[in-house]
């Protein structure tokens, strides 16, 4: 298989992990137009539901192979042939089809949640490749909270799985335990010690349970994983998974990785926006690239530097994610500064001293008023210009 070793491919499952948040289910209607908007994103893959699962789902995998034609349609199953079937059937339609199985790779889960052993986990595992290939050529197999499994025994499960015609091994973080040198050192293992790694894609999914998700997938980067799972707003199963948007802007901005995505950043701000209304989900203000105060500023002494020049608090320009604009957002601590730009926006040209008399008068407004707008400017400066 020939890849550009430097590209990283954006596997997006806002439409099937991310929909497994409770409140947030999608009709089909509302998933094909969020997959329209993926595709003008330029997202490599678009996980669009696991067909088993319920009817609905079945159904907007069908409408959403029919409704794209760029990215891969891919489809989730367990490492069961009823599941292989039902997706093989979804994905009919689709122009470029992939069919996501796995199992559990952790002692946890093959102990506890599958009553087996790693003998009989593995056979189960290479019998699901072999059968969904039958059908579709493209095979990611997920190795089910790989974070937690002997690192070893994942390698054996990733060579059989392999040499059974996987073209993507998912090592997936499923319960966001690992720290990052760890996910990354798991990761440079099996790049390391599994023979025919080179015959496939690694891919890593990480869940954000301790607020690491995206760190452990730059840390898997690093280290050899060349495709990246995860959601737009970070949205998904408890505390959520990988954020697309955190991940392709810390590539863009430290192009010393020497890796790049084919996503079109600035359709981020737009296509945040759409999933957070239609899941009637609120991005919270402060989440990095889309969060409304990921460009504003209102301590007085950022607002002074970014005036005097934006990069002093701007590593990312708000238009390289499609956002309105920074804003200096005027408050009890804003500084004299700020309160002269925005004035002058309002077509106020003011002295030395008449500013530092405008600005008693402002900080007494805005420890009475949590947020200053323009019409609290206007007021202010009219009962200025009438005295």
């Known amino acids: 298989m020939l890849h550009d070793p430097n590209r990283v491919y954006v596997f997006d499952t806002t439409l099937r992990d991310g929909e497994q948040v409770p409140g947030c289910q999608l009709s089909t209607s509302e998933k094909v137009e969020i997959a329209k908007e993926l595709e003008a994103l330029g997202v490599d893959v678009i996980e669009a539901g696991f067909p088993i699962s319920s009817p609905g789902d079945f159904q907007s995998v069908v409408e959403l192979s029919k409704a794209v034609s760029e990215p891969i349609i891919c489809a989730l199953t367990r490492a069961n ?209 889309v969060g409304s105060n990921a460009f504003a500023h209102s301590s007085g002494i950022h607002q002074d530097g970014f005036l005097k020049n934006r990069e002093n608090y701007e590593i990312i320009r708000p238009e390289d994610v499609g956002f309105p604009d920074a804003s200096i957002v005027l408050t009890a601590r804003s500084g004299r500064h700020a309160l002269k730009f925005h004035l002058e926006r309002l077509g106020f040209n003011l002295s030395k001293a008449e500013l530092s008399e405008v600005y008693h008068r402002f900080l007494t407004l805005a420890d009475q008023k949590i947020d200053i707008n323009d019409n609290d400017l206007l007021a202010m400066m009219g009962k200025q210009l009438l005295a």
């Open 81 to 289: 042939k009823g599941d292989i079937d039902s997706a093989v059937a979804a994905l009919q339609y689709a122009k470029r089809p992939r069919i996501h199985t796995g199992i559990g790779s952790s002692d946890m889960h093959i102990k506890h949640k599958f009553n087996s052993t790693r003998e009989e986990i593995l056979e189960r595992a290479v019998e699901a490749v072999k059968y969904a290939k039958k059908s579709v050529e493209d095979i990611e197999f997920y190795a089910e909270d790989a974070g937690r499994a002997d690192v070893h025994y994942l390698a054996q499960m990733v060579e059989a799985v392999i040499a059974a015609g996987a073209t993507v091994v998912n090592i997936p973080d499923t319960n966001g335990y690992c720290l990052p040198d760890q996910y990354g050192s798991k990761i440079k293992f099996l790049k390391e010690n599994v023979k025919n790694i080179d015959q496939a894609i690694i891919s890593v999914h990480c869940h954000n349970d301790l607020g690491l998700a995206t760190a452990n997938s730059i840390a898997g980067l690093q280290n050899g994983a060349r495709q990246i799972e995860g959601t737009i707003n970070g949205i998904g199963e408890r505390a959520g998974n990988t954020s697309i948007e955190e991940v392709v802007m810390i590539l863009k901005t430290h192009q010393v990785l020497g890796l790049y995505t084919n996503i079109n950043s600035k359709n981020f701000y737009e296509l945040s926006r759409m999933v957070s209304s239609q899941m009637r989900m609120p991005v919270q203000p402060n989440k990095a690239i």
